[in-house]
């Protein structure tokens, strides 16, 4: 009997069995071309949709080029979507190929359907191919005229795809002429939208080199361009009206009615029913008002009511970034929401990150009115099935408590915490009494007699450990059990895994002996000896240092490790109020969700390895791109100046005061010839664009050393350039920039930073004061530890107006102790006096 045949299954579609698959396509394709019988279109459907599957899955269906390119004379709007899409994905890969594409696509963009011209003129910019280029200006041309909106819409940012593939085609062109023309006067709003946002980009882009498209950028900001987009703003969908309101929150009214006038133009898009339309608009409101502190403050109570409909409608994700924009506000005025904490409660249905923003929220609003309902109703999340929401709840708790409101209970309901014996709950518990304990010294009797009942074998988590170890330290003269609970740790010692502990039971067990000296002497000898043989270097050090002082002298060593001490008042981890400032100028945008200036994000210094960039567009001081320069005396003229915030104008009143630093201690190595840093190498690199020679290393300025070990002063001795400098000098951000974009390079180099500088580096304000100092003004900053970037600028003295400029980028990074510099100069001999100028100045930072 004959076995029964076997089925055979077939591959799918999207997985061909061989190469001879795509050959076969080939051929099927060839005897299509041009064929008008019955049913050819459906063919061609169904090979045009394999072709496309193969190309879906990254299967190399180049090979066909030519056949599918045969097959695209039809009038089937399918299939030249289908042939579009094919040849969009390999024109880029096979350029040779795309010049197959060029007449089909020319012609079908003069066919009678708007749909097929549209879709062909699309396709046409979307082949990114450089030699293609002179194809597109016609047709772009005839489609910025043409009489279906659609089609303009598609050649209005297909101008934009020009630019991006050849800029100067396109300004050449004049295609940036054009789309402002068309959308000023276009019926239709989407193509005005389209022009706007194409038009917008390519200045933005092209306005970094070139002055005549900056000065265009600044008339798009004009009074007649924004009132015309405000009053067709209705009719503009959801992402254009968003488009529309962030162009105008830049633009400055001439006078306050025109303010007014905005605002009750926009008054309804703050019930619109899209999120993105009601930010920006209130943006807009935020903006336009800054100056106007009573309008301003109103402003806030009109904006209230619809970012707390936002945040109860819409989604958790929606809900989550209105929060983010609202606790921005919050954190800036916090007594107008203060009324309405119950908004902030946490639902059963809110995710994790939305109930951890709402309880930032609580301790945000909270005041002597509302304190004790906030503070019942966190209490109640501390025993919460989130173990991350219960930790949230108690820091929260204790936050409010540090914010002097209500202290009485809220210690009370934060002891009551550790009666709940949860590890986690009891953990946070000993992290906040701590903190509580150093800003309310008066509160230890109540805290220590609670604090005093929990059992160390109990406490695993390393800072709630740590937490309690230092409260045994500090507190042993109220605790009875104090030197027997560190004596019993210290037996523990290698079983003890965190430095962190092992560097408080160290301190703890030293002050315990200077309160109780009988009891804890044999401890605080196992302490010492377990440090001094610990593999840990900072606890090895610390022992040795105590070891050391004790054996020197008891009573400076109590004076050292246990002096008097202040409550403290305020925090090292809250958040600078400059930083939540340039939030604020930075509202709409990531940068609030993320709660951090957009070049922390942004730049390049803070995204990756340190690197060096030439684009003086990107002065990053955390403020909107058109308002991103942080100008240093100039602003002194006007308290109205928007590129500051209030803080920063604070700062720079004081800048002109050269107050003295914070004394650091000198740097040295254990050698009399190694306590200074040394000048850069002799062969330090620069580069003149007038072709000058690489410069020797610049001698380093007189620094001496207090003779502090014995070892004796070293002085430098450097020459003094010639160079002087006017010490009134003024740069406006404008003319920096189109400085910056004309002039060559100058000079390139590295310098190195003293230790005592790179200690005293904790900010960029630290160093513009410094160099200021110098007069060496500095117009704009940003960065953080370890990398920083610097925009200063000098002028030569006697030197006439707009004559005589030294521009200079300097980014510095801490970790290598080197500063990179850049200079640019409207005298080029003159840089090399003024980089040794420079890098004395960048030498002195940080001297006592």
């Known amino acids: 009997m004959a076995p029964p045949v076997q089925s055979q299954r077939l591959p799918p579609p999207s997985q061909p069995s061989g190469k001879g698959e795509v050959g076969e396509l080939k051929t099927q394709l060839r005897q299509l071309a041009g064929s008008r019988a019955a049913g050819a279109e459906d063919l061609k459907r169904e090979l045009y949709k394999k072709v496309i599957s193969y190309m879906t899955v990254g299967i190399d269906v180049s090979s066909l080029f030519s056949e599918m390119v045969m097959c695209s004379a039809t009038s089937d ?71 279906n909106s659609y089609v303009r819409t598609v050649a209005a940012i297909g101008a934009l795809k020009l630019y991006h593939i050849s800029p100067s085609t396109c300004i050449d062109s004049d295609f940036p002429v054009a789309l402002k023309a068309l959308m000023m006067h276009d019926p239709d709003a989407k193509v005005v939208a389209s022009c706007l946002s194409s038009l917008q980009e390519i200045l933005t882009l092209e306005g970094n080199a070139s002055e005549e498209a900056s000065k265009e950028r600044e008339l798009l900001l004009s009074k007649p361009v924004i009132y ?107 007594i107008l929401f203060s009324s309405d904490y119950k908004h902030f409660y946490c639902r059963y249905s809110d995710p994790s990150y939305v109930k951890k923003l709402k309880l930032e929220m609580l301790t945000a609003v909270a005041n002597e009115s509302n304190t004790y309902e906030i503070v019942t109703e966190l209490s109640e999340y501390a025993a919460n099935v989130d173990v991350l929401i219960a930790r949230e709840s108690i820091r929260a708790v204790g936050k409010i408590a540090l914010q002097q409101y209500d202290v009485n209970a809220i210690v009370d309901r934060l002891l009551q915490f550790l009666e709940m014996e949860k590890d986690y709950v009891t953990a946070e518990t000993l992290v906040l009494v701590k903190d509580l304990l150093r800003k309310y010294p008066q509160w230890s009797q109540d805290c220590i007699a609670v604090v005093g009942n929990v059992s160390s ?134 940068s609030v969700i993320y709660q951090e200036p957009s070049y922390m994000f942004i730049d390049k210094e803070h995204r990756g390895p340190f690197e060096f960039s030439e684009d003086i567009g990107a002065l990053a001081t955390g403020a909107s791109p058109d308002n991103s320069v942080l100008p240093s005396q100039r602003v002194e ?43 850069p190498s002799p062969t330090a690199n620069t580069s003149a664009a007038s072709g000058a020679p690489s410069t020797a290393s610049i001698s380093q300025p007189s620094i001496e050393i207090d003779d502090l070990l014995g070892l004796g002063s070293v002085t430098t001795q450097s020459p003094i350039p010639a160079l002087k400098l006017n010490s009134k000098t003024v740069l406006d951000p404008a003319t920096f920039q189109r400085k910056w974009g004309q002039l060559p390079i100058a000079l390139t180099q590295d310098c190195s930073l003293t230790a005592q500088g790179v200690a005293s580096l904790t900010s960029p304000q630290v160093l513009l004061r410094h160099m200021q100092g110098h007069l060496i003004q500095c117009i704009a900053s940003g960065g953080q530890p370890p990398n920083f970037k610097f925009f200063f600028f000098a002028q030569k003295s006697e030197a006439p107006s707009g004559a005589g400029f030294f521009l200079v980028e300097c980014l510095v990074n801490t970790t290598s102790s080197k500063a990179h510099v850049k200079v640019k100069a409207d005298e080029a001999s003159l840089s090399q006096d003024f980089a040794a100028l420079f890098q004395s100045a960048l030498l002195k930072f940080g001297g006592s």
């Not at 795309?98 to 699309?122: S, Y």
């Not at 402003?299 to 209230?304: A, H, L, S, T």
């Not at 924009?325 to 919050?330: K, N």
């Not at 606890?539 to 060593?557: I, K, N, P, W």
């Open 637 to 679: 003229a006007s308290d109205n100046d928007l590129l500051l915030s209030a803080s920063e104008k604070e700062e720079n009143r004081g800048i002109a005061a050269n107050g003295s630093l914070a004394y650091s201690a000198p740097d040295y190595n254990g050698s009399s010839t190694a306590l200074v840093s040394h000048s």
């Open 228 to 334: 015309f987009l405000l009053n067709r703003i209705r009719e503009f969908s959801e992402w254009a009206q968003c488009h529309v309101l962030d162009l105008v929150s830049k633009y400055v009214p001439s006078e306050n009615s025109e303010i007014f006038d905005i605002m009750n133009l926009l008054e309804d898009r703050l019930q619109h029913a899209n999120s993105a339309v009601v930010l920006a608009t209130i943006n807009v409101f935020l903006h336009l008002t800054i100056s106007m502190a009573d309008v301003h403050q109103q402003v806030y109570e009109r904006i209230k009511a619809p970012l707390l409909t936002l945040v109860g409608s819409g989604s958790s994700e929606q809900s989550y970034a209105v929060l983010s924009h609202l606790h921005l506000l919050v954190m800036r005025a916090p």
């Open 77 to 147: 709007i399918v299939l030249k979507k289908m042939c579009y899409l094919y040849v969009g994905n390999y024109a880029k890969v096979h350029p040779d190929l795309a010049l197959l594409t060029i007449n089909f696509l020319q012609k079908d963009c003069q066919d009678e359907d708007p749909m097929i011209r549209g879709l062909a003129l699309r396709s046409l910019c979307s082949l990114r191919v450089k030699n293609l280029v002179e194809y597109l200006v016609g047709p772009l041309r005839t489609g910025l005229q043409d009489s």
């Open 457 to 590: 074998k109990n406490v695993e988590e390393p800072k709630a450990k740590a937490a309690l170890v230092w409260m045994l330290g500090e507190y042993s003269q109220d605790m009875l059990d104090a030197p027997y609970i560190l004596e019993s740790l210290i037996d523990s010692w290698d079983e003890e895994d965190s430095a962190e502990v092992r560097l408080h039971l160290l301190t703890a067990v030293t002050k315990c002996f200077f309160k109780r000296p009988p009891e804890t002497q044999k401890a605080l000898g196992a302490a010492l000896a377990a440090g001094l043989a610990d593999a840990h270097q900072d606890v090895h050090d610390r022992a040795l240092f105590y070891y050391r002082l004790l054996q020197h002298d008891v009573s400076v060593a109590e004076r050292v490790i246990n002096p008097p001490k202040q409550a403290v008042s305020v925090f090292a981890d809250t958040q600078s109020s400059e930083v939540k400032d340039r939030i604020f100028d930075e509202f709409n945008s990531l």
